[in-house]
């Protein structure tokens, strides 16, 4: 086999050698064997010793994304098999969780599968091929999907803009397998939840929450609750079961409020007093402060305001406002349960926006708990882009 080669320039691998999975234009001298968009090539220092392999895409500006450090690693089928097998044993615990049938089965370059998401939603799955890494090779990871896991049908929602960027058109649909319905019934924490994976957020459920959202239920009981941001009534649920008094579910969405609240009667909570406000939180937060409105907790999970570097700073004025108005519908002693899953902005710039809005609340504001993706979601240490999704429980005064 001829081997197609991507030299680095002087002094670029560093970042390489700490095992970084992205190797940018920017650090490459030159190319050697004319490799297609997709080709697996080998990268040289530039003393042409093998540092690292990997998928080339000229149409990226994250020209290589590797995939091995070992060069006796050869990228065939038995290579995909053994990284999935690797991200599965790694969920062992959830596998066996007769409490819990929904979770992330692969997280991408975390688990050192490139741009790659599996989504396990009861027998189905959900997949997302993020990267021309993964995209190339789908054959090979749906075909070993299908014999790991032995699924009812998966599901494709590569539907997603960072596919321009490498160069693909986005693409949602079948992949194998049975068509899933409409609304997938899932169990989480015990939980029911329908789950809508041929049109829903990301892959249909926001799965990086299942911790958290157990974690905070003891703050519910007896207790009238803000769930803001709350898509399909996920968070409304388990405060539910705690015994929260009363739920203020409010979402941009009417589509998705529909599902909170049949999500909410699945459960056995359909006769009771909850609100579901199709509005846009920062007008309502002020329409509640106008009247005077106080509420003993607060959950804020808004989507991604920054999705990449440039937007940091005008996200953490989108982060400040919405805080700085949660923070003041709070009673006193009362809980704020916030969120931020834009990874460019990190956990300590987000206490920094969380100090900058109690101050402007002129509340006096503790952290008593912190809060991160759930353990479907690893953070790859060689990758810190890998975590995203931070938060903090503040007792408010
Ligand atoms: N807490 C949810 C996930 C929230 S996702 C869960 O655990 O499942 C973010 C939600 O915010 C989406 O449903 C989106 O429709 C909604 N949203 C986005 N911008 C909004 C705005 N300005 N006002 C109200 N809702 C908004």
Not at 46 to 52: D, E, G, K, P, S
Not at 356 to 362: H, I, L, S, W
Not at 363 to 385: C, F, K, M, N, S
């Amino acid at each position: 086999m001829i081997t197609k080669q991507v030299i680095l320039k002087p002094g670029r691998e560093k970042s390489v050698n700490n095992r970084h999975p992205w190797i940018f234009s920017g650090a490459i001298n030159r190319v050697e064997g004319d490799p297609s968009n997709g080709d697996i090539v080998d990268v040289w220092n530039n003393r042409a010793r093998f540092v690292a392999r990997g998928v080339y895409n000229e149409r990226s500006q994250i020209r290589v994304r590797l995939l091995t450090w070992n060069p006796n690693d050869l990228i065939d089928e038995d290579f995909w098999r053994r990284r999935l097998r690797r991200a599965i044993a790694g969920r062992q615990a959830l596998l066996e969780s007769p409490d819990t049938d929904a979770y992330r089965l692969v997280h991408a370059e975390a688990d050192g599968l490139p741009g790659l998401i599996v989504d396990r939603y009861g027998p189905w799955l959900v997949v997302q091929f993020l990267a021309m890494a993964v995209e190339r090779y789908r054959n090979s990871i749906v075909n070993t999907l299908i014999d790991l896991v032995a699924p009812q049908g998966i599901f494709e929602r590569s539907d997603v803009d960072v596919r321009e960027q490498e160069g693909l058109v986005p693409l949602t649909g079948p992949v194998w397998g049975e068509v899933p319905p409409d609304l997938i019934e899932i169990v989480e924490n015990r939980h029911t939840f329908l789950v809508d994976v041929k049109f829903g957020h990301k892959t249909g459920f926001y799965l990086d929450q299942r911790e958290n959202r157990q974690t905070v239920t003891k703050y519910f009981p007896g207790k009238e609750v803000l769930n803001a941001f709350a898509y399909t009534g996920a968070f409304a649920v388990y405060a539910a079961y705690a015994g929260a008094k009363r739920i203020i579910n409010v979402d941009s969405s009417e589509r998705v409020l529909q599902l909170a609240e049949r999500n909410m009667r699945r459960n056995g909570f359909g006769d009771r007093e909850d609100v579901y406000a199709t509005a846009d939180v920062f007008e309502i937060m002020r329409a509640y402060q106008a009247n005077k409105w106080k509420f003993d907790v607060v959950i804020l999970d808004p989507p991604k305001f920054a999705h990449n570097k440039r937007q940091v700073e005008k996200a953490t004025r989108g982060y400040k406002d919405i805080n700085m108005l949660g923070m003041k519908l709070i009673k006193p002693g009362g809980i704020l349960i916030t969120f931020s899953c834009s990874g460019a902005v990190g956990r300590e710039l987000f206490q920094k926006v969380l100090f900058g809005a109690a101050v402007d609340a002129g509340r006096h504001v503790q952290i008593i708990e912190r809060l991160a993706q759930g353990p479907d979601h690893p953070v790859l240490l060689t990758y810190p882009e890998s975590e995203y999704l931070k938060g903090c429980t503040c007792r408010v005064w």
